[in-house]
C-alpha cells in the first residue's frame, strides 16, 4: 500500500516591498511521503517570492513532468515555472523550453558543487535563474513547519524574513545564474 501525502495548511501573509506585492494567500501544500519539513518550506518561500493569483503548486515530487509550483496564463501556456532542489540538466533544460521562466531554487550545503557539476550544461538556457537559498536559514525554516501554519513573509532589498510571531528567518538567497 503506497503511502499518502500530508496535507498542510498554511495561511501565508506576503508584503514584498520590491515587487509592491501586498497579498494573503490560503495555502494547502501536500507533502509527498518523501519530502522533509526543509524542502516543503522552501516551496511556500519559493511561493511567497514569485506569489501571484494564478501561481500554483504543482505535483512536484509525485511526477516528474510537473514542476513544484507554475504558473499558467489563461490559455494553459506556461509563464513561471519553479523547481525546488537539485534538478539534473536534462529536466531543467526540459523546463526552459517549456515554459517562458524557469526558476531553480537549490537549498543543501552541497549546492555548489551540484552547480559546479550542472551550470556549463544548462548555461545556454536564456531564461533560467537559479538562487541558492544557504543551509542554516534553510533548517531553520523546516523547524516552522507545522500542520497548520500562520506565516508572515516582509521581502525588501533582497532580503527576506519568514516566520511566525517571534519566530523569524532571515533569508539572504545567493543568485547563482541570472536571466539572460
Not at 9 to 14: E, G, H, M, R, V
Not at 66 to 91: F, H, M, N, S, Y
Request: glycine share 4%; charged share 25%.
Amino acid at each position: 500500500m503506497a503511502l499518502k501525502s500530508t496535507i498542510f495548511k498554511a495561511d501565508l501573509q506576503i508584503s514584498d516591498m520590491d515587487r509592491h506585492y501586498y497579498q494573503q494567500h490560503a495555502l494547502t501544500i501536500a507533502r509527498h511521503p518523501s519530502e522533509t519539513d526543509e524542502r516543503m518550506m522552501i516551496r511556500v518561500l519559493a511561493f511567497a517570492l514569485n506569489a501571484s493569483e494564478a501561481l500554483a503548486f504543482g505535483k512536484g515530487l509525485s511526477d516528474t513532468d510537473e514542476p513544484d509550483l507554475w504558473q499558467k496564463d489563461l490559455t494553459g501556456a506556461i509563464e513561471v515555472w519553479v523547481e525546488v532542489g537539485q534538478p539534473d540538466d536534462r529536466a531543467i533544460l526540459k523546463a526552459c523550453g517549456r515554459a517562458d521562466k524557469v526558476l531553480v531554487y537549490s537549498y543543501s550545503s552541497t549546492s555548489h558543487i551540484w552547480w559546479n557539476q550542472t551550470g556549463s550544461r544548462v548555461d545556454r538556457a536564456k531564461n533560467l535563474k537559479v538562487i541558492n537559498i544557504p543551509a542554516e536559514p534553510s533548517q531553520a525554516l523546516a523547524a516552522l513547519a507545522q500542520r497548520t501554519m500562520q506565516l508572515q513573509c516582509t521581502i525588501q532589498d533582497g532580503q527576506i524574513w519568514l516566520g511566525a510571531n517571534e519566530n523569524m528567518v532571515l533569508i539572504e538567497p545567493e543568485t547563482i545564474k541570472d536571466f539572460a
